[in-house]
């Protein structure tokens, strides 16, 4: 039902190298690119060992989108309330304590009310960097975390 440790850290790894070879072929950060949803899309096809996930067919429909708005704009459009709701359809289950594991992925607000998806790793949270340069760590796993929008687990599908 759940992921091991090695095929987690594994499906990171593989994300990461993706986003920054990304990052590496275009000059600046790029909504739908090298930006976090990016990021979750393609950690989620390593996970699942597959390059057709129900997040990378979700990810397919949308249109370009230029800012976190857009992509909200988007998710909405195609048929989706809010973030949780989503990861619900793509293969997550929510927690209901915030209680983060190795793994889990998670949405914040964070300054000026952009959305940061994340990855939590062994100590800190993965996320891709506005600076253009990939995968970096955000800020450090802590046991509760009150002020995520929502923390989900990945399930076998």
């Known amino acids: 039902m759940y992921y091991t440790e ?3 850290e594994a499906a990171i790894n593989k994300a990461s190298k993706i986003l920054a070879e990304k990052s590496a072929k275009v000059s600046k950060f790029t909504y739908g690119y090298n930006d976090c949803f990016s990021f979750l899309v393609e950690y989620d096809k390593a ?3 597959t390059e057709t996930t129900k997040l990378q067919q979700f990810s397919s429909k949308f249109k370009d989108y230029k800012d976190v708005k857009s992509w ?8 989706f309330y809010n973030e949780k709701e989503l990861a619900v359809h793509v293969g997550y289950k929510p927690k209901k304590e915030k209680k983060p594991s190795l793994g889990d992925i998670a949405c914040q607000i964070m300054k000026e009310n952009v959305g940061l998806f994340m990855v939590a790793g062994k100590t800190h949270w993965c996320s ?19 002020d995520l929008i929502f923390l989900a687990t990945p399930i076998r599908s």
């Open 47 to 49: 996970l699942r060992g």
């Open 6 to 8: 090695e095929e987690i």
């Open 72 to 79: 909200l704009n988007n998710m909405t459009n195609n048929g």
């Open 128 to 146: 891709t960097c506005p600076e253009n340069n990939g995968i970096y760590n955000t800020r450090r796993v802590s046991f509760y975390e009150p």
